[in-house]
């Protein structure tokens, strides 16, 4: 079976501008979650989706946004991008929630300069 | 302060020695995940445990939880090159069930030397 899935792997954008990244999880898995990775640390939790809503939420700006659809891809929406943007977005898909085993996808490198 | 406590940041291993990672907390352990990740890339699920006292084995890899489910322990046996890389603890840290995401330790880096 296929992992999880996100797009793109890199990514180059400007300060102030909007971004969005996907994510596919493993087939069967109905919760997406979402972790900002900067070097040198844990990831951070974003959102947590499950069955199209939002479940969770990290300590993140409004700037940050999510969704997830009836397929439970997932997008990430990033507006008004700043320096300290820049980091690995991850994605985790879960069967169920809670505390079921999550499965995270590659993450996707956002720079922004 | 971190809520998880990783220990070491980082370790040089001679292949074939035995290693040790902690993890700990101050606060009770809902569910103890441990990760391995390579550079720059996703995480590889490698164990979870929820339940005070349980134990875990995938090839030469041990995770234990201990009874008051505030500490974990990563065991690698007869380390090898392949077991170079970051590993991360993460835990669900409240009794609300998850919906607050993962919290993660900062890391381990392990070094395999040959």
């Known amino acids: 079976d296929a992992g999880v899935t996100q797009s793109p792997t890199h990514l180059i954008k400007t300060r102030g501008q909007h971004v969005t990244l996907r994510c596919s999880p493993i087939s069967g898995h109905k919760s997406v979650s979402w972790y900002q990775q900067v070097l040198g640390q844990g990831p951070q939790f974003i959102f947590q989706?499950?069955?199209?809503?939002?479940?969770g939420r990290g300590n993140f700006p409004d700037r940050f946004s999510a969704r997830q659809f009836p397929n439970y891809s997932s997008e990430l929406n990033v507006n008004a991008l700043l320096l300290g943007d820049s980091a690995l977005y991850l994605c985790?898909?879960?069967?169920?929630?809670?505390?079921?085993?999550?499965?995270f996808g590659p993450g996707t490198r956002l720079t922004v300069t | 302060s971190q809520e998880l406590e990783q220990s070491p940041q980082s370790l040089i291993v001679q292949e074939g020695k035995n290693l040790t990672i902690n993890c700990t907390s101050s606060?009770?352990?809902?569910?103890l995940y441990w990760y391995k990740q390579k550079y720059g890339e996703g995480l590889i699920f490698l164990m979870m445990?929820?339940?005070?006292?349980e134990e875990k084995s995938h090839e030469k890899i041990t995770a234990k939880l201990d009874e008051k489910k505030q500490q974990s322990s990563l065991h690698i046996t007869a380390s090898q090159p392949s077991h170079a890389g970051i590993y991360l603890c993460?835990?669900?840290?409240?009794?609300?069930?998850?919906?607050?995401?993962?919290?993660f330790g900062k890391g381990t880096h392990l070094i395999i030397q040959p």
């Open positions: 606060k009770t352990l809902y569910g």
């Open positions: 989706y499950y069955e199209k809503e939002e479940r």
């Open positions: 985790a898909s879960s069967r169920q929630i809670p505390s079921y085993e999550q499965y």
């Open positions: 445990l929820q339940k005070g006292g």
């Open positions: 993460g835990a669900d840290m409240y009794s609300g069930g998850g919906a607050d995401g993962l919290t």
